[in-house]
């Protein structure tokens, strides 16, 4: 398979890591050798209840057997996709009412961009230093990192850009600015957490210039940082809420949140101001209400804290400099690049899954299912521990 893998199968890198997959359950995936490896990844944040949860299975198979696609996004309605829509107007504030579906985050994020434009009337975007946001034409022009974006320019005009957690560039967010758009715990960044109330000085000054904020919580969503969203712990709101990944239960789904006002703007002058065939898919929408349903109504959300501070008294060690992030969204930063990549590539070995950041190269990425047991978070940073004292001489 993996021969065929490289061969057939369009490449990302040049030297993927071609794990060969046989199936998955719960914290564990199995490869075609037999092997088992202890998830702490979960698909990059996606798979946020484990994987081939019971609950969602059971949505898809049941929604499977009634109607797959029946037609593009916005025309019918479909109960998984309403009822998805309604529960989650529900668990957030009044003002997050109306939620367009999407088929995956970066589609969310240029559907965000383009209402903010079109709901403000203006087309100045200001994005963070170090954000990423996705790879489409849209999200890829909100990237500072010139070498990743400099090969597939020209992209789309009028975006600038401010350092994350710094007041002092909140003067270049003014009257002619459609919106702000920030990660809420900023990731391949280094998961980096905002301080000092940084968002909630951020949406005033917003709302003082008339510029709409968007929040992309395609990583902290759906209760990763112990609660739904991570900008709940921030005593603010955004205007548009983007979210994605874990939201999917481990199926691909995107989503952006606004008032009905705002929202609204996008259904006419021009009609079909955004539209997609797939967006809302029945099958998906009932796997991402299953998660929905299952995340709020357990202790799921509670448990991710509880679970954050044993990773945090687990992992410490002298090559770890720092743990940043919260809930299980964390990241364990080391001494070197060099060093970073040695431990994932010997966990790996030794039956565990972790992964890089896409810009802090010295991070660790560790973000579990939010089902991970106690038993196998002791077990996963057992195995971090041990590579860290078997690679202490060598650095
Ligand atoms: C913060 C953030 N925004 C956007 C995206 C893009 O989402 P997708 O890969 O589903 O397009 C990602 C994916 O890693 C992300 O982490």
Redesign the pocket.
């Known amino acids: 398979m993996k021969e065929d893998f490289l061969k057939y199968q369009a490449q990302t890198t040049p030297h993927p890591l071609a794990m060969e997959i046989s199936h998955a359950k719960g914290s564990y995936i199995y490869s075609i050798q037999g092997k088992k490896y202890l998830d702490f990844v979960a698909g990059?944040?996606a798979c946020s209840l484990g994987h081939c949860h019971p609950r969602v299975v059971n949505a898809i198979k049941e929604q499977a057997e009634k109607y797959l696609h029946v037609m593009v996004y916005g025309e019918y309605a479909l109960s998984p996709a309403v009822a998805l829509t309604k529960l989650l107007a529900s668990k957030l504030p009044k003002s997050l009412s109306k939620t367009y579906l999407t088929n995956?985050?970066?589609?969310?994020?240029e559907g965000a961009l383009k209402l903010a434009r079109r709901s403000t009337e203006r087309s100045e975007i200001i994005a963070a230093r170090m954000?990423?946001?996705?790879?489409?034409m849209g999200?890829l022009s909100l990237m500072s990192f010139e070498e990743r974006v400099a090969p597939f320019r020209p992209l789309i005009g009028d975006i600038s850009f401010i350092n994350f957690n710094t007041e002092e560039d909140f003067k270049s967010i003014t009257e002619n600015t459609a919106a702000v758009i920030l990660?809420t715990i900023q990731?391949?960044a280094g998961f980096i957490v905002p301080t000092d109330n940084y968002l909630q000085k951020l949406k005033s000054h917003c709302e003082k210039v008339g510029a709409l904020l968007i929040l992309?919580?395609?990583?902290p969503g759906f209760g990763r940082t112990g609660k739904l969203f991570g900008f709940e712990h921030f005593n603010m709101v955004p205007d548009i809420l983007?979210m994605?990944?874990g939201m999917g239960g481990g199926l691909?789904i995107?989503a952006f949140t606004a008032s009905e006002k705002v929202m609204d703007t996008l259904m006419d002058n021009p009609k079909l101001g955004h539209i997609t065939t797939f967006g809302g898919n029945p099958v998906i929408a009932a796997a991402a209400l299953a998660t929905l349903q299952e995340i709020t109504e357990s202790d799921l959300m509670a448990e991710a804290l509880q679970k954050e501070k044993l990773i945090r008294k687990l992992l410490v060690h002298p090559l770890i400099t720092e743990i940043r992030g919260m809930g299980l969204m964390l990241a364990a930063i080391t001494i070197s690049e060099e060093m970073a990549t040695t431990i994932i590539l010997k966990a790996q070995e030794k039956g565990l899954i972790l992964f890089w950041l896409?810009f802090e190269k010295t991070a660790i990425r560790i973000t579990p299912p939010l089902t991970i047991t106690t038993q196998e978070i002791k077990e996963g940073c057992g195995i971090i521990i041990d590579i860290l004292n078997e690679i202490e001489s060598q650095f």
């Open positions: 990059v944040s995956s985050g970066t589609e969310a994020i954000a990423y946001h996705g790879n489409t999200s990660e990731g391949g992309d919580e395609i990583q983007v994605g990944k691909p995107g896409l």
